[in-house]
């Protein structure tokens, strides 16, 4: 006896013309799969493609929980949190909505691809786009799970974990600012700004599953593009780059920030990787903190699925020059020098 | 993507979870502390797809479509990317080996700094069982020489270096295989024996650290002298 249509709006009707059906393509790709598993197997015989298959994996693996933890929040707040409320939470002023929806970040313990369905949710739910973007800049690197690890990779050097605190901050923060002034509403594709109304009588309950599973499902797809293509990268870029930079520090700068893009690590697992390279000063590793959450590949492809591809397109470079101007000054204020 | 058809894909990837968690296949990509997560990720997506196809067959059966929630004006691509991890999951590439040590090149990361007083004094016993960061942190950073003489048991996989060169290795974790940093040890003595096996060939080798063989900075390979070799099968956790 339930009915629920999460929209107003039907479906086209009937007239559809048919094409392929996709139901029978997926069974037609499974039985490929199937019956060439040899031939596929043997393509993991060579060892650059075991390589980056494994990598492919674990990025999918690691970082599914976190894509299913930043839809189930979407999906709650679709279906339980009502647009009046945010917009009572939030200043009116959209520059210090941009303050607070950063410091917001600090409340939501995941890594970068549980930001990006939530972000698109507040958008949705009639929060301002500056402070949506602040606050999907802030949450991946500023929340207390990100900021121990920082503390934990780094014993000798409690500086690290301020200076990535504000850095990352004053990232989110200027990226809404600027935003604010030369952002437009347009850039941003039509249906992440879409709102959802919820049919009188409907179960909430139905609603938040059904925006979860269809949040879930489309952004899964780019974050596996990202995860492809981070993981390609991670076999083909050779780690001798980094330890030839040991001495030059604006080359560093850049080539670290440059492989925080590339490398597209968890935001909880970055520290350690980079408390490691001993031979870099701090100064460029604090940059490739503040960068790698902001903007890497496998971001940019869940914000483009997210938000459409002119908003990433512009957004990407803005977010990364920021970070790393953002992350420069934090580190000389902070650390007190290149060091 | 249709909407039925995402809901398969859907429950595909929960179940590919499903099973790479409760096989244990899932250590070959990440920590074990990940695996109640990976539990309920592979269930939450099972059952979001579950919901989807019986309210399909409820409103099919009443003859009514049920529509997409932001109005699906044309039916989305991405969704078929979730595929590939489902076909990846399949065909379950091995964690990493001797390629990643390899592609790691020469200079290998120094592994933490501890602070002195944390190196306590070794059991007493012939041949002690030891993990290869242990060694690697110890003949690094420890100056009180506690390896010095004593007979150590090491288990990892054997990688062979492009000049005939062996080393015994084994890929760290943080949290999965992407920032994966080899831990390893030259082997020295034994070369014959050594060449019968092949790469990524999981060995237990006995031996003792030569002294002085890393400084912090630059050199993070211990050397180590080969008492006696023994093929083992490899662990059910990889990484260390």
């Known amino acids: ?339 | 993507m249709r909407r039925e058809t995402q809901n398969v894909v859907l429950a595909l990837l929960g179940g590919a979870l499903l099973k790479i968690s409760f096989t244990g296949i899932y250590l070959r990509y990440v920590k074990p502390s990940l695996f109640p997560w990976l539990v309920a990720t592979g269930t939450v997506m099972v059952v979001l797809a579950a919901i989807a196809i019986m309210r399909d067959i409820l409103h099919a059966q009443r003859n009514a479509e049920v529509s997409c929630v932001d109005g699906a004006h044309r039916p989305p691509r991405s969704p078929w990317l979730l595929l590939l991890p489902v076909l990846a999951v399949f065909l379950a590439p091995p964690a990493l080996g001797s390629d990643a040590v390899n592609r790691a090149g020469e200079q290998a990361a120094a592994p933490p700094k501890r602070t002195s007083g944390l190196f306590p004094p070794l059991p007493r016993g012939d041949a002690i069982e030891m993990s290869i960061s242990e060694v690697v942190t110890r003949t690094v950073w420890d100056d009180s020489g506690s390896l010095h003489g004593r007979t150590l048991k090491l288990t990892g996989f054997l990688v062979r270096r492009d000049d005939g060169r062996h080393l015994l290795a084994r890929m760290a974790i943080r949290c999965c295989a992407a920032d994966a940093a080899p831990r390893k040890v030259l082997l020295a003595g034994h070369d014959p024996e050594l060449e019968s096996h092949a790469p990524d060939t999981w060995l237990e080798v006995t031996g003792t650290v030569v002294p002085g063989s890393t400084s912090p900075g630059t050199d993070t390979t211990p050397t180590f002298t080969v008492e006696s070799i023994r093929p083992v099968p490899a662990p059910d956790h990889p990484y260390e």
């Open chain 1, 1 to 339: 006896m339930v009915r629920v249509t999460a929209t107003t709006e039907p479906r086209a009707g009937t007239a559809r013309p048919r094409r392929v059906d996709s139901l029978l393509v997926l069974c037609a790709l499974l039985l490929a799969a199937i019956a060439f598993q040899d031939q596929l197997t043997g393509a993991l015989d060579v060892p650059a493609v075991r390589t980056g298959a494994t990598v492919f994996v674990a990025i999918c693996v690691q970082a599914m929980p976190f894509l299913v933890l930043g839809v189930l929040i979407s999906g709650l707040i679709a279906a339980f949190v009502p647009a009046s409320v945010l917009r009572k939470v939030l200043p009116r002023n959209t520059s210090a909505a941009v303050g607070v929806a950063g410091m917001a970040g600090m409340a939501l313990p995941g890594c970068e691809c549980a930001s990006v369905p939530v972000a698109r949710r507040l958008m949705q739910q009639g929060v301002a786009p500056a402070a949506a973007l602040a606050f999907l800049l802030a949450a991946p690197a500023v929340n207390p799970v990100v900021l121990v690890s920082t503390a934990v990779a780094f014993p000798g050097e409690p500086a690290m974990v301020l200076a990535r605190f504000l850095g990352s901050l004053a990232t989110a923060v200027v990226v809404g600012w600027l935003w604010v002034r030369v952002g437009k509403t347009e850039w941003i594709a039509e249906r992440a700004l879409q709102r959802i109304r919820r049919p009188p009588g409907g179960s909430r309950w139905l609603v938040f599953a059904e925006t979860a599973r269809h949040d879930l499902v489309e952004a899964g797809g780019f974050l596996v593009l990202g995860g492809l293509t981070a993981a390609v990268l991670n076999v083909v870029v050779p780690p001798a780059w980094v330890s030839s930079l040991a001495g030059q520090v604006v080359l560093g700068v850049l080539v670290m920030a440059v492989l925080a893009v590339v490398l597209s690590l968890c935001s909880e697992a970055d520290a350690f990787v980079v408390a490691a390279l001993s031979a870099l000063p701090l100064l460029p590793r604090l940059v490739f903190l503040v960068v790698g959450p902001a903007v890497d590949i496998k971001l940019v492809a869940l914000q483009a699925g997210a938000f459409g591809r002119s908003f990433a397109m512009r957004f990407a470079p803005l977010t990364f020059v920021v970070a790393v101007v953002c992350g420069v000054v934090a580190g000389l204020l902070v650390l007190g020098g290149v060091r």
